[in-house]
């Protein structure tokens, strides 16, 4: 696949993904992947800087999710497992699906800077911590991802455009996955107030990486501030 040349975030090489083709984007990628997807001139520019936010967060959850694969294999029923393979099949296709739409932008100076500011970020998350807080910060960071999402997804791109139905995907996906990382936080012993405490903290944080590209994500409808106030008031 043509890939955008700031479409890989991370040096660590993922593992081969497996893309199922029953997955609801590999229907997405069929319908799409054939002729250009269009943007006008404001948004072409707002998403080739956003771009590399969005997929280094998929890039870094793949990752993390293969490897949490792996230490749980040594001591967890195989169908915990497999939960855990079936997020990280999701990650993979949000990959896929973005680097398709990201390979039809045009290159930026600026893209240099969003990426490495989002490399920091997410290499910074998951440092040294334990196994059940590394699923207490990404049931948090999907939470907000999903929050996200639908707000592209009803933003000014318009809500029958390729792009905007993909965030509508994306969005039921990450919905699942806070959900499966939640119980396996919860089964491995984390407590619910830890919880709400990371979750303000991972909100924070994230808030403060994104609003480094407010003006962008204003160009295509999302108002940060917006985000920012309707998850604290869900979760203080
Ligand atoms: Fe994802
Ligand atoms: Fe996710």
Known sequence: MKRHPMGRCFAAKLAAPTLNQQHPIASWAKQYAGSPIEFSSQHTEALSLLMPLLLCGEQSAQLVFQQQALQLAQHQPAD?????????????????????????????????????????????????????????????????????????????????????????????????????????????????????????????????????????FELIGVDLDKLEKKLELKWQ
């Not at 699942?176 to 407590?191: D, E, M, P, W």
């Open 80 to 216: 915990s497992v497999l939960a855990l393979n079936e997020v990280e099949a999701d990650e993979a296709w949000h990959d896929e699906a973005l680097q398709l739409v990201f390979s039809q932008l045009p290159e930026l100076s600026g893209q240099h800077q969003v990426r490495r500011a989002a490399q920091r970020f997410y290499s910074g998350l998951g440092r040294s911590l334990s196994l059940q807080q590394q699923f207490v910060r990404i049931a948090s960071l999907d939470a907000c991802v999903t929050q996200l999402m639908q707000l592209i997804e009803r933003g000014s791109i318009g809500s029958r455009h390729p792009f905007s139905l993909l965030c509508g995907l994306i969005k039921k996906d990450e919905a699942k996955h806070v959900y499966v990382s939640k119980h396996f936080a919860q089964h491995l012993g984390a407590s619910v107030h830890e919880m709400a405490e990371e979750r303000l903290w991972v909100l924070g944080a994230l808030m403060t990486l994104l609003k480094q590209q407010a003006n962008q």
